[in-house]
């Protein structure tokens, strides 16, 4: 081999190693910048992973706080359901009471209703014929009785005393004069009680209205014994 052989051999092999270092090198680096973005890819996967799981979980929080209030509907639902059906079975027995006693409550209520003892007395068609006259009959008994017992005295003595209690009998008397009701012509559609009229005034008590204002008053007593353990 001759001498330029022997250096282009020389040439080759130094550039062959320069370009094994450059190739080294070049792989180095580019190990090194692929674990970097292996590793921010890592990263990032792993934060999306948590992202994904935290939104995963606070959205089951969701439903199932969800799912909770509609059950507390529903069961809030039932439990008004119930105690309306309560209140309407009380009308319907209400309504239904055999007819002697349905007289006697009617009774009852008109004496405890009336205000001066001379309203009308409106009932619906049905019961004005069936029950009218006798539970105004009656209603006025109670009245009179009522009217005739003696009126509470006032505790005070001498002239003082006696002049109240002369006012207290006169103001009882003229309260609510005796037996004056009177079974009225005109009728409404109502579902049982009556409806007392004095010229341009009126008090309800239909049995409808009657178990309204006691539903008001009492709705919650009777939830609790219809669900004690809520």
Do not use: H, W
């Not at 059950?71 to 439990?79: I, P």
């Not at 003229?174 to 012509?185: E, P, V, Y």
């Amino acid at each position: 081999m001759n001498g330029i052989d022997k250096i282009t051999d020389r040439i080759n092999a130094e550039a062959k190693a320069e370009t094994d270092s450059l190739l080294a090198a070049a792989r180095e680096q580019a190990a090194q910048i692929a674990a970097k973005y292996q590793n921010q890819a890592d990263a990032e996967m792993a934060d999306l992973t948590a992202k994904n799981q935290k939104a995963a979980a606070e959205r089951e929080e969701r439903l199932v706080s969800v799912a909770q209030m509609e059950a507390r509907k529903v069961a809030l639902a039932a439990k008004q359901e119930m105690v309306e059906k309560v209140y309407a079975l009380a009308l319907e027995k209400l309504c239904a009471m055999p007819e002697k006693q349905y007289v006697d409550v009617l009774a009852d209520l008109l004496a405890e209703a009336s205000s001066s003892g001379k309203e009308e007395v409106i009932f619906s068609a049905g019961d004005r014929d069936r029950v009218g006259k006798a539970a105004v009959a009656k209603a006025n008994e109670r009245l009179g009785k009522t009217e005739t017992t003696e009126p509470p005295r006032v505790i005070a003595g001498g002239k003082v005393g006696a002049m109240l209690n002369k006012m207290v009998a006169g103001v009882a008397t003229a309260a609510k004069s005796a037996g004056g009701l009177t079974l009225s012509q005109e009728t409404r559609p109502i579902k049982g009680g009556f409806i007392l009229k004095d010229e341009n005034v009126e008090v309800n008590c239909t049995f409808d209205t009657l178990v309204r204002l006691q539903k008001a008053e009492t709705a919650g007593t009777v939830a609790k014994k219809l669900f004690p353990e809520a």
